[in-house]
């Protein structure tokens, strides 16, 4: 069974500082993709980004940046000089890959409730 | 980019009605769509996997008799529920699969039951 983990519950920050949520897995599959998504108030998901498993590299888009690490199962998501607007709940999940009839199907993490004080 | 559309955004229904919750893709074809719920301050849980033209798959511990799940065309589902009672009350949540891409979600139905 394939299982997400994000310890951190709750985290505050003030304006300017940089952030790492923690995001660990499980899954038997050998090939896998794992996402990170941002639900602000309003209740929608928005996408951030989607990582194949085969695929290390670690990937930065503008203040984002997502360290995979599958020696430890983990999935990181740093954001670089937090602003007021990136308060929200940020969810880590993971999904069979793409050929897989499975794919689509998430399995997410509790969430990381992120409050980015002025 | 893939559009996900869900309607309607919110509803109130009295305890005891039914409501209907529709899932669109606006500019692809869906052949697997997915419902997802989501509790006050909780994860989401994915409830069903629909698929067009035959019936839906429900993961353990959802009612499919409670939970409706009509996927007709290739554009559209739609999340039936039926007899609504207070603990229904939720956040529901759609997503569509196009097999190699990111994985697109509609904005979600507030779901009060009273």
């Known amino acids: 069974a394939q299982k997400v983990t994000q310890a951190q519950t709750e985290i505050s920050v003030v304006e300017k500082e940089d952030v790492t949520l923690d995001c660990v897995y499980e899954?038997?599959?050998?090939?896998?993709?794992l996402f990170w998504y941002k639900q602000p108030p309003s209740g929608e998901l928005v996408f951030l980004i989607r990582r194949n498993s085969f695929d290390e590299q670690n990937e930065i888009s503008g203040r984002y940046s997502w360290n995979f690490q599958k020696s430890t199962s983990s999935f990181n998501f740093t954001i670089t000089a937090s602003q007021v607007v990136d308060s929200a709940v940020y969810f880590c999940a993971l999904s069979e890959a793409s050929g897989g009839t499975s794919y689509g199907k998430l399995t997410f993490g509790q969430g990381t409730i992120l409050t980015v004080h002025p | 980019g893939a559009v996900v559309s869900q309607h309607p955004s919110w509803v109130i229904c009295k305890s005891g009605t039914s409501v209907k919750i529709e899932c669109r893709s606006l500019?692809?074809?869906?052949?697997?769509m997915f419902w997802y719920r989501q509790f006050p301050k909780q994860s989401l849980m994915l409830m069903a996997t629909?698929?067009?033209?035959?019936?839906?798959?429900?993961e353990q511990g959802v009612e499919k008799d409670k939970f409706l799940i009509n996927h007709a065309s290739l554009t559209l589902s739609t999340l039936t529920v039926t007899s609504a009672h207070p603990e229904d009350s939720s956040f529901y949540i759609c997503s569509a699969r196009i097999v190699g891409s990111p994985l697109h979600f509609g904005n979600g139905t507030r779901l009060t039951v009273t």
């Open positions: 629909s698929n067009e033209g035959s019936k839906a798959t429900y």
């Open positions: 899954t038997r599959d050998t090939t896998y993709y």
């Open positions: 500019d692809f074809q869906a052949t697997t």
